[in-house]
């Protein structure tokens, strides 16, 4: 077992491995692939790519993928319909065991199911807060109350774990609070770090104390906190994160092709600049070129990530997923939440 993967996490064009994506995936700077739904078929046509992924592979490396619920859930046909999280908050409102039991279930079925594929984590949950002003979070967030986003979190998460699967926080320190979509634009937030803690950064201090996994940052500048936006920023990652939170687990970079995150129209500056800032993993998605010019150009020796960190991360993989009882059970309990308006 080898002691260290590569930090460049990357996606694929198809159901099936090109010529070209199974030699990139030996490459030694690659040590993830995130998945989307144009890379799904069928749970079996899922499985089999995870297993080629892996074949080509000399050393181990994570799949990963959004199976957030909602209109964020990349695997639909023979997967479970995941209510949005909002829906969870809403029910919480009124009977807050029972939102709670049900966040955890979800969190279990969401994680089993993709185990059972042999896919390791989904990026989830997110624990911004569902304000209504950013309509990229909208509805995948729980609630617009941090304490209710605790409960809801911590619940979701346990059933994760139950499941095998490590959790993925995001977008710290809270992207709830931003009109602007980083997909789209480089948004700003005039607060400064006290009035962050008192509101949207409280899920992510509780749910870090509570040994959370990873956590996923933010493409958000917060001039008033520090000159350099979240994913490049070593005050935020190193002094803020690592130091007064204690957090000891995967630091992932959102999508670095997205319009938050561009600084440079060359690649690797963004993949340099966000590892040196505190990225244990950075992703590429939807650009290849960028892919290619990035391993291109970036040193072998210095863009790994240990495998005492990355170990965290693998998924304690199932079997047999429609004969397990809580599956059944689950299931229908879950799929009774889901409703259109989650789309």
Same mark, same amino acid.
């Given at each position: 077992?080898?002691?260290?993967? #590569?930090?460049?996490?990357?996606?694929?064009?198809?159901?099936?491995?090109?010529?070209?994506?199974?030699?990139?995936?030996?490459?030694?700077?690659?040590?993830?692939?995130?998945?989307? !739904?144009?890379?799904?078929?069928?749970?079996?046509?899922?499985?089999?790519?995870? $297993?080629?992924?892996?074949?080509?592979?000399?050393?181990?490396?994570?799949? =990963?993928? /959004?199976?957030?619920?909602?209109?964020?859930?990349?695997?639909?046909?023979?997967?479970?319909?995941?209510?949005? =999280?909002?829906?969870?908050?809403?029910?919480?409102?009124?009977?807050?065991?029972?939102? !709670?039991?049900?966040?955890?279930?979800? #969190?279990?079925?969401?994680?089993?199911?993709?185990?059972?594929?042999?896919?390791?984590?989904?990026?989830?949950?997110?624990?911004?807060? $569902?304000?209504?002003?950013? $309509?990229?979070?909208?509805?995948?967030?729980?609630?617009?109350?941090?304490?209710?986003?605790?409960?809801?979190?911590?619940?979701?998460?346990?059933? =994760?774990?139950?499941?095998?699967?490590?959790?993925?926080?995001?977008?710290?320190? #809270?992207?709830?609070?931003?009109?602007?979509?980083?997909?789209? #634009?480089?948004?700003?937030?005039?607060?400064?770090?006290?009035?962050?803690?008192?509101?949207?950064?409280?899920?992510?201090?509780?749910?870090?104390?509570?040994?959370?996994?990873?956590?996923?940052?933010?493409?958000?500048?917060?001039?008033?906190? /520090?000159?350099?936006?979240? !994913?490049?920023?070593?005050?935020?990652?190193?002094?803020?994160?690592?130091? +007064?939170?204690?957090?000891?687990?995967?630091?992932?970079?959102?999508?670095?092709?997205?319009?938050?995150?561009?600084?440079?129209?060359?690649?690797?500056?963004?993949?340099?600049?966000?590892?040196?800032?505190?990225?244990?993993?950075?992703?590429?998605?939807?650009?290849?070129?960028?892919?290619?010019?990035?391993?291109?150009?970036?040193? +072998?020796?210095?863009?790994?990530?240990?495998?005492?960190?990355?170990?965290?991360?693998?998924? +304690?993989?199932?079997?047999?997923?429609? $004969?397990?009882?809580?599956?059944?059970?689950?299931?229908?309990?879950?799929?009774?939440?889901?409703?259109?308006?989650?789309?």
């Amino acid at each position: 077992m080898p002691t260290h993967i #590569g930090s460049l996490v990357i996606d694929l064009e198809g159901t099936r491995l090109s010529v070209e994506e199974s030699e990139l995936l030996t490459h030694p700077l690659i040590g993830g692939v995130i998945l989307f !739904s144009r890379n799904y078929e069928s749970r079996q046509q899922l499985k089999d790519l995870c $297993q080629h992924i892996r074949s080509v592979r000399p050393i181990p490396l994570l799949i =990963m993928v /959004d199976q957030e619920g909602g209109r964020v859930q990349r695997f639909i046909h023979e997967f479970t319909r995941l209510p949005a =999280m909002a829906t969870f908050g809403e029910l919480y409102d009124n009977h807050q065991k029972r939102a !709670s039991r049900l966040a955890k279930n979800c #969190g279990w079925l969401m994680a089993v199911e993709l185990l059972s594929v042999h896919v390791d984590l989904s990026l989830a949950p997110v624990l911004d807060l $569902q304000k209504n002003i950013n $309509q990229a979070i909208g509805n995948r967030a729980f609630h617009p109350k941090p304490e209710v986003v605790i409960q809801l979190g911590k619940a979701f998460i346990e059933g =994760m774990r139950e499941a095998g699967m490590a959790a993925t926080i995001k977008h710290f320190p #809270g992207h709830g609070s931003v009109q602007l979509d980083s997909h789209l #634009g480089f948004p700003r937030d005039e607060r400064t770090i006290q009035e962050l803690q008192q509101e949207d950064m409280l899920p992510f201090i509780h749910l870090i104390q509570d040994h959370v996994e990873a956590v996923m940052v933010a493409h958000i500048l917060f001039p008033n906190v /520090d000159a350099a936006s979240v !994913s490049y920023s070593r005050y935020w990652l190193q002094d803020i994160l690592r130091g +007064k939170l204690g957090f000891s687990g995967i630091i992932l970079s959102d999508d670095l092709t997205m319009e938050g995150a561009n600084i440079s129209a060359h690649y690797p500056d963004r993949v340099i600049a966000a590892k040196e800032a505190g990225c244990d993993f950075t992703l590429l998605c939807n650009n290849r070129k960028g892919v290619i010019q990035t391993i291109d150009y970036l040193p +072998k020796h210095f863009y790994f990530v240990e495998e005492k960190k990355w170990h965290r991360l693998q998924g +304690k993989f199932t079997d047999q997923l429609e $004969q397990q009882d809580r599956w059944q059970q689950t299931n229908k309990l879950i799929s009774d939440m889901y409703t259109k308006r989650d789309q």
